[in-house]
């Protein structure tokens, strides 16, 4: 006891302590926001010299008027990617490609990962992506709900593309990649990094990060920017999502079959996607992402998920878009000795009237 009197502090220096502490960690805090700003200010800057570097290079030295663009350098792709389908995987493919392949990539890097844009914003970017000249042929990527660009009077429409994944696996490798990061950006600290739970036991303790309505994503990813596509749960929501699909996307394709997406797109639009099979198969690793430490789901908490209305509304959409992917799949490539090939053009143009002189 004698020793532990000689050791304790009295009440006015401890509070003191705790004050001078307080005064440290905010001033901690502070210098960890301004260095955010920072990092902020050089992004945007570097962004608008990329932006200015590009825009020089494609100005026109004599000062005339540009000629027309032919159809293939007008195309501009918009692939609104939802967030654990592979995504970053397959945006870096297009970033190895572009160079070779001659067109430019843009990242739609939006405030806090919002995937609504507001009304200002949707109207500024539907015009940049329409009379972006310098861009054209483009690949835009990034976590934003589909964008319905008929209603802003263009002319031409992008076309639209995206791939999606069977929901509480979605919602798993999220639920990990919030804690452990992935193989991509390593040294990166997350959001819930720290915290031990897993999946599992959170779906047990019923946990906010593993609700059900967590899966409410891919849904109002498709369906776009009315107020229903967001309320979760919403039969309309669903509705539009598989109406957009069907009528607004050129290809959705499933992340469990990811290399044949890649096929079919590299077939489609080659002035794009040329050589992307086979540096999916063989090249780099640089487009490969694996969520560290995900451990799969029992089937008792798999179980406990799929009794949910939203997994099932959910569920439904990923069917719904697995078939229509395995569709256009059967029209379009073929398989023999195991290999997949893609189908050669099985029309041709005959009986061509008036005859040529």
């Known amino acids: 006891m004698m020793g532990l009197s000689r050791i304790t502090m009295p009440p006015r220096i401890q509070l003191l302590a705790v004050l001078a502490f307080g005064v440290v960690m905010l001033l901690i805090e502070n210098q960890i926001q301004r260095l955010n700003e920072s990092r902020a200010k050089l992004e945007r800057t570097i962004a608008r010299h990329e932006v200015a570097e590009v825009e020089l290079r494609h100005a026109d030295d004599d000062g005339k008027r540009e000629a027309p663009l032919l ?162 749960g919403s039969k ?17 394709g499933v992340t469990e079959e990811l290399e044949d997406f890649i096929m079919i797109l590299e077939a489609a639009l080659p002035h794009f996607f040329r050589g992307a099979t086979e540096l999916y198969r063989t090249g780099k690793k640089s487009h490969l992402r694996k969520t560290s430490e995900k451990k799969p789901p029992t089937k008792e908490a798999t179980a406990k998920l799929q009794q949910s209305h939203i997994w099932k509304m959910e569920n439904d959409f990923y069917e719904f878009a697995l078939e229509q992917f395995q569709f256009v799949r059967a029209h379009a490539v073929r398989e023999k000795n195991g290999e997949l090939y893609v189908l050669a053009q099985s029309f041709f143009y005959e009986k061509i009237y008036p005859k040529a002189n």
């Not at 309309?236 to 959705?252: D, G, I, S, T």
């Open 71 to 232: 159809p293939e350098d007008e195309a501009v792709i918009i692939y609104n990617r939802v967030p654990k389908t592979a995504s970053t995987s397959f945006t870096n493919i297009a970033y190895d490609l572009c160079g070779k392949n001659r067109f430019h990539v843009l990242h739609i890097n939006t405030t806090k990962n919002n995937p609504v844009m507001s009304l200002q914003d949707q109207v500024r970017f539907v015009q940049n992506v329409s009379a972006w000249r310098e861009m054209k042929p483009a690949f835009y990527h990034g976590h934003v709900a589909y964008l319905d660009f008929s209603k802003y009077g263009v002319m031409r429409k992008p076309m639209y593309i995206n791939v999606v994944r069977d929901p509480i696996e979605r919602l798993v490798s999220y639920y990990y990649f919030l804690r452990f990061g992935d193989d991509y950006r390593p040294g990166l600290r997350r959001r819930k990094q720290g915290d031990k739970k897993t999946f599992d036991e959170c779906v047990s303790s019923g946990g906010s990060d593993c609700a059900p309505e967590k899966l409410w994503l891919q849904i109002p990813f498709f369906c776009g920017h009315h107020a229903e596509c967001w309320n979760v």
């Open 236 to 252: 309309w929501a669903l509705e539009q999502a598989k109406y957009n699909l069907l009528n607004e996307f050129l290809l959705v």
